[in-house]
């Protein structure tokens, strides 16, 4: 392995310059484990651990590496060990909010420069789903492309592909059948030697047995079982898998959960046919109930706005309005946690005030 043929550009390395000319390398994750990660480097395969300082100065999950993530790693004298010292700036990264009540962030890849977003096309599709995925694809600041799959249990295929068109914009929408091989030639165009994408969607869709088609040998799925198209043994972790081709593929776990993190950008560009029509609203503060001139109402009124993506535009814009408050409630009490662990360090350090 080089770095290069595991993502490795010039951003990184920048980054990387203020450890060079000792014993630290750079190394990319691969699995995220319980107590541990697997991270791939120029001297092979690690198995590495984060330092006691790092964890402890973490303020939540996203501070900690992510697959996808390069870091900076210290080798140890044991076979195939390291310890991780540093986190290196992420390019990209898709997140969300952390399942439960929890009000903290979620890596769920780093460092990807295309999002395919897969869907299903018998019972798991869901254009509000796709929706979703696409605000949150956007935000990541990688490239989104659309995966339709399993078009060999449709008859509609035209049809489908223009209404998920639609909602896409100008993004992508490629139609495949994993199981029948057919489509899957245009993700590699995607996946250029050093370029990593990530494959993402909810359990069943398919990514385990399009990443099988990719690798020319089975990994993971079982059959499907009968009467409802679904895998019975599906992705357990997320993984970053070389592919024989060059490129890099991140496999993800079906998502049960896809809560939103971070601004309104992405609502934003994955809604911007909603943004025009407010725009030409007669009133600034126009609510889109009452008020005369409201483009919004009259697209709804003359079938040019689906009711559907109108509510599904403002349920996101709530969904985001009500986490980004929780979350200046949780950085408020983060940031004084931080300040007590940065006092108490210092405290360890200097017991009798030196070097304050």
Same mark, same amino acid.
């Given at each position: 392995?080089?770095?290069e ?13 203020? +450890? ?11 699995v995220q +484990?319980?107590a ?26 996203q501070d ?24 290196? $700036? ?44 696409l605000?949150l ?6 490239? !989104? ?18 209404e ?7 993004i ?16 590699? /165009? ?15 869709v398919? /990514? ?18 009968? *009467? ?19 490129g890099?593929l991140?496999?993800? $776990? ?11 950008e992405?609502?934003?560009e ?20 009452v ?15 689906? !009711? ?10 709530r969904?985001?309005?009500?986490? *980004? ?20 360090? +210092?405290?360890? *350090?200097?017991p +009798?005030?030196?070097?304050?």
């Open positions: 392995m080089t770095l043929s595991l993502g490795w550009n010039p951003v990184f390395a920048e980054a990387f310059k203020t +450890h060079e000319g000792g014993d630290l390398i750079p190394g990319r994750i691969a +484990h319980r541990y990660y697997s991270i791939l480097s120029e001297i092979g395969e690690l198995k590495g651990e984060v330092t006691g300082k790092m964890e402890y100065l973490a303020s939540g999950p900690l590496p992510a697959v996808g993530d390069w870091v900076v790693l210290h080798p140890r004298s044991e076979e195939s060990a390291a310890t991780i010292v540093e986190l290196l $700036p992420r390019k990209t990264k898709f997140s969300r909010k952390v399942a439960g009540r929890k009000t903290e962030e979620q890596i769920v890849a780093a460092n990807v420069d295309v999002v395919f977003i897969v869907s299903g096309l018998d019972h798991d599709f869901n254009p509000r789903r796709i929706e979703r995925y605000v694809a956007r935000q990541s600041g990688a490239e !989104p492309v659309v995966l339709l799959n399993k078009t060999d249990l449709r008859d509609d295929i035209k049809e489908i592909r223009k998920v068109a639609r909602i896409a914009g100008d992508p929408v490629v139609m495949t059948s994993a199981l029948n091989d057919k489509g899957l030639d245009a993700i590699i /165009k995607y996946l250029k030697p050093g370029r990593t994408g990530a494959l993402l969607g909810s359990s069943g398919g /990514k385990t047995t399009i990443i099988n088609h990719l690798l020319g040998s089975a990994r993971k799925t079982a059959e499907v079982r009968e *009467n409802d198209s679904r895998g019975r043994h599906t992705t357990a972790v997320r993984e970053l898998i070389l592919l024989p081709s060059g890099l991140i496999d993800t $776990p079906g998502m049960r959960e896809l809560q939103l993190w971070g601004g309104a992405g609502v934003e994955t809604f911007d046919d909603i943004e025009e029509l407010e725009r030409q609203c007669k009133f600034r503060d126009c609510s889109h109930d008020e005369p001139g409201c483009e919004v109402r009259a697209a709804l009124e003359g079938g040019t706005l689906e !009711p559907e993506r109108y509510e599904s535009y403002r349920k996101l814009l969904e985001l309005a009500y986490h *980004n408050r929780k979350q200046n409630q949780a950085e408020q009490r983060k940031e004084k946690e931080r300040i007590k662990k940065r006092t108490s360090q +210092h405290k360890r *350090n200097y +009798h005030g030196k070097g304050s």
